[in-house]
């Protein structure tokens, strides 16, 4: 079974502030792709970075980077300078290479910048 | 427009009442599922169709909840007897290839949802 684990949930931030959520996963497929979602206010799911499992190389797009350490089953996402629009809910997932790709997310971290 | 819609947005029930609720994919997709997501809560994989087939409803939550995709593109969720506890937001994606087609992952596509809210 998969699971996603995301501790916090509500983190408020002020504007230009750097902000980390945590993600935990467990899995037992070899083969496994990992993803941050964000959630505006509008309801809609907008996909923002991929990782699969055979590639732990950190990466920076724009103001997100993301620290995927296979050790401790662990995929961090940093939004560096945050902004207003930032603001929504943010959820790690986790997919097996298995099956039909069906998606386990966390409950997702409610983040609050404050301008 | 191309991507994924949903219909209504926003629908009210009584509880006992049956909903249907309809999700367009993006055209020539092949994959769809649907999730549901409670309030505070992240989203849970109800059911998967690989075109008209449904291949796995292992999600849905009781024999109340009934999916279809006759044709292979619209899908249709069904709640029979809905009850205050159906209150949900049903979310609806498609992705163009079946799963370990291309060797990667196929990414899904999100429609904006469907909240449901049970009197």
């Known amino acids: 079974a998969q699971k996603v684990t995301q501790a916090q949930t509500e983190i408020s931030v002020v504007e230009k502030e750097d902000v980390t959520l945590d993600c935990v996963y467990e899995?037992?497929?070899?083969?496994?792709?990992l993803f941050w979602y964000k959630q505006p206010p509008s309801g809609e799911l907008v996909f923002l970075i991929r990782?699969?499992?055979?590639?732990?190389q950190n990466e920076i797009s724009g103001r997100y980077s993301w620290n995927f350490q296979k050790s401790t089953s662990s995929f961090n996402f940093t939004i560096t300078a945050s902004q207003v629009v930032d603001s929504a809910v943010y959820f790690c997932?986790?997919?097996?290479?298995?099956?039909?790709?069906?998606?386990?997310f966390g409950k997702g971290n409610q983040v609050v910048v404050i301008p | 427009g191309a991507g994924v819609s949903q219909s209504p947005r926003y629908k009210v029930a009584k509880r006992g009442q049956d909903v249907a609720l309809r999700c367009d994919p993006i055209?020539?997709?092949?994959?769809l599922f649907w999730y549901q997501q409670a309030l505070g809560q992240g989203p849970e994989f109800l059911t998967y169709?690989?075109?008209?087939?449904?291949?796995?409803k292992s999600g849905l939550p009781s024999d109340r909840f009934f999916a279809e995709r006759p044709e292979g593109s619209v899908s249709t969720l069904k709640i029979q007897r809905t009850q205050q506890e159906d209150s949900a937001v049903y979310l609806c994606?498609?992705?163009?290839?079946?799963?370990?087609?291309?060797?990667?992952?196929?990414?899904?596509?999100f429609g904006p949802g469907t909240r449901l809210t049970v009197l």
């Open positions: 997932a986790l997919s097996g290479d298995y099956g039909n790709n069906r998606l386990a």
């Open positions: 990782r699969n499992s055979f590639d732990e």
């Open positions: 169709f690989q075109n008209e087939a449904q291949l796995d």
């Open positions: 055209s020539g997709h092949v994959s």
């Open positions: 899995t037992r497929d070899t083969t496994y792709y």
């Open positions: 994606a498609s992705s163009l290839l079946p799963p370990g087609t291309s060797g990667s992952y196929n990414e899904q596509f």
